[in-house]
């Protein structure tokens, strides 16, 4: 099955600054990458998806880069801000599949400083 | 944007008993629902995967009789933890798929804070 890895598990930021979280997935047949961003106590929202048709999406201060080949992808949150503070997940999904269960990565913990 | 309803946002109950959590989606169909368990700091673990009206599909080491799932509508799942004990305790969250053309992506209820006292 599918297996995905997401580094750094903590990542402390300066406002203002930018923040990079990078996840790897084992099965090639996975074509569908969303982020998730959960709030203390909330369920997961997600904040941008990509599917492997492209190589990046941007939505506004977001963006998520995505390399087929090397079997990563990463979400890039420019000028962090306070609010920005949250645990981001991955996730990977083959929509080939009847299934569509989504595989998360273990969740980073951003904090922003103000 | 899609919106998935979870109640009850908090719930405690004591050892023994039974508690029923919902899950609806709002504004589209949900062929298919998730139920996960999520610890503290941990990420989120798949319990089962819900079909509208067939049984649901347990992942390992999930107790289908404990954790009983139904899905009867297309907008409505509910989870039922049975003879709840302490460590059932947890946020329980669930999931619904929008099947529609230009959908089929994945959106979150708010979550269930479980406490067996």
């Known amino acids: 099955g599918e297996n995905v890895e997401q580094h750094p598990s903590t990542l402390s930021v300066q406002e203002g600054d930018s923040a990079v979280i990078k996840c790897t997935y084992s099965d090639s047949a996975s074509n569908y990458f969303p982020w998730y961003k959960q709030e203390l106590g909330k369920g997961p929202q997600l904040i941008i998806d990509?599917?492997?048709?492209?190589g990046e999406k941007k939505d506004q201060r977001i963006a998520v880069t995505l390399n087929k080949t090397a079997k990563h992808f990463s979400l890039h949150i420019t000028e962090t801000q306070p609010e920005d503070s949250a645990v981001y997940f991955c996730a990977a999904r083959n929509d080939n599949n009847a299934g569509n269960m989504l595989t998360f990565g273990g969740g980073t913990r951003l904090m922003v400083k103000p | 944007g899609a919106v998935v309803s979870q109640h009850p946002s908090r719930v405690i109950c004591k050892s023994g008993t039974s508690v029923k959590i919902e899950c609806r989606s709002l504004?589209?169909?949900?062929?298919?629902m998730f139920w996960y368990r999520q610890f503290p700091k941990q990420s989120l673990m798949l319990m089962a995967t819900?079909?509208?009206?067939?049984?649901?599909?347990?992942e390992q080491g999930v107790e289908k009789d404990k954790f009983l799932i139904n899905h009867a509508s297309l907008t409505l799942s509910t989870l039922t933890v049975t003879s709840a004990h302490p460590e059932d305790s947890s946020f329980y969250i669930c999931s619904a798929r929008d099947g529609s053309l230009s959908g089929n992506t994945i959106y979150f209820g708010e979550g269930s804070w479980l406490t067996v006292v």
């Open positions: 504004d589209f169909q949900a062929t298919t």
């Open positions: 990509i599917r492997s048709n492209v």
């Open positions: 819900s079909n509208e009206g067939s049984k649901a599909t347990y």
